[in-house]
């Protein structure tokens, strides 16, 4: 009995493998899709084969199944970081600026050390929700945080891309507001 337990975790592993690689580097969603549901059906609760089925559905804009791919992973493993970071954009892409933020937060709380790899593609998405969002102030703090998590290529890279564009938005809003705040004469014709 083991070994055909072994046996079946082998053939499980084997189709996650080959369904990362069409994903990856092949862009072949619908045989990823077949091979990541193979896998799955040897072990429904593998949460990586949960996350990549997730990814692979959004890719094939199938949005709302991608959704409840991450949700049962999650419910699986609700510290599963690339969970969140996935959902958080599919979320975006939807729309709904708020709850991919949220996603974004609790991935923050579950990224351990071997996972810090996720930290700059984390730190970029939460820049660019803040920004949607119009919290300009929000995205210049992140942008801080991520000095203290990120490598310094990778701080200087996102430091780059968002910091002229946040004190652009910042600045503009500020004199938004004093144009708004100052009196206004109005001319009136008889």
């Not at 193979?38 to 709302?64: M, P, S």
């Not at 937060?105 to 660019?128: H, V």
């Not at 300009?136 to 910091?163: I, M, N, P, T």
């Given at each position: 009995?083991?070994l055909l337990?072994?046996?079946?975790?082998f053939s499980?592993e084997?189709y996650l493998?080959?369904?990362?690689?069409?994903?990856?580097?092949?862009?072949?969603y619908?045989g990823?899709?077949?091979?990541v549901?193979k896998?799955?059906?040897h072990?429904?609760?593998?949460t990586?084969?949960?996350?990549?089925?997730g990814?692979?559905?959004?890719c094939?804009?199938?949005?709302?199944?991608?959704?409840a791919?991450?949700n049962?992973?999650?419910?699986?493993n609700?510290?599963?970081?690339?969970?969140?970071?996935?959902?958080?954009?599919v979320?975006?892409?939807?729309g709904r600026?708020?709850e991919?933020l949220?996603?974004?937060?609790?991935?923050?709380?579950c990224i351990?050390e071997?996972?810090?790899?996720?930290y700059?593609?984390?730190?970029d998405q939460?820049?660019?929700?803040?920004?949607r969002?119009?919290r300009f102030?929000h995205a210049?703090?992140v942008?801080?945080?991520?000095?203290?998590k990120?490598?310094e290529?990778?701080?200087?890279?996102?430091?780059?891309?968002y910091?002229?564009?946040i004190?652009?938005?910042?600045k503009?809003?500020?004199?938004?507001?004093?144009?708004?705040?100052?009196?206004?004469?109005?001319?009136v014709r008889?």
């Amino acid at each position: 009995m083991q070994l055909l337990k072994k046996v079946l975790n082998f053939s499980a592993e084997r189709y996650l493998k080959t369904a990362g690689d069409l994903f990856i580097y092949h862009s072949d969603y619908a045989g990823a899709l077949e091979m990541v549901d193979k896998a799955l059906t040897h072990d429904e609760t593998d949460t990586r084969a949960l996350v990549l089925r997730g990814d692979i559905l959004f890719c094939l804009n199938q949005d709302q199944e991608a959704l409840a791919s991450f949700n049962q992973a999650l419910e699986l493993n609700e510290e599963l970081a690339e969970a969140y970071i996935s959902k958080a954009g599919v979320l975006e892409v939807m729309g709904r600026y708020r709850e991919a933020l949220w996603c974004c937060q609790r991935a923050m709380t579950c990224i351990t050390e071997d996972k810090s790899y996720l930290y700059p593609s984390l730190f970029d998405q939460q820049i660019l929700l803040l920004i949607r969002l119009k919290r300009f102030r929000h995205a210049e703090q992140v942008l801080k945080q991520s000095s203290h998590k990120l490598g310094e290529k990778d701080y200087e890279y996102l430091s780059a891309s968002y910091r002229g564009l946040i004190d652009h938005l910042i600045k503009n809003r500020r004199s938004l507001r004093r144009q708004q705040a100052s009196p206004r004469l109005s001319v009136v014709r008889a």
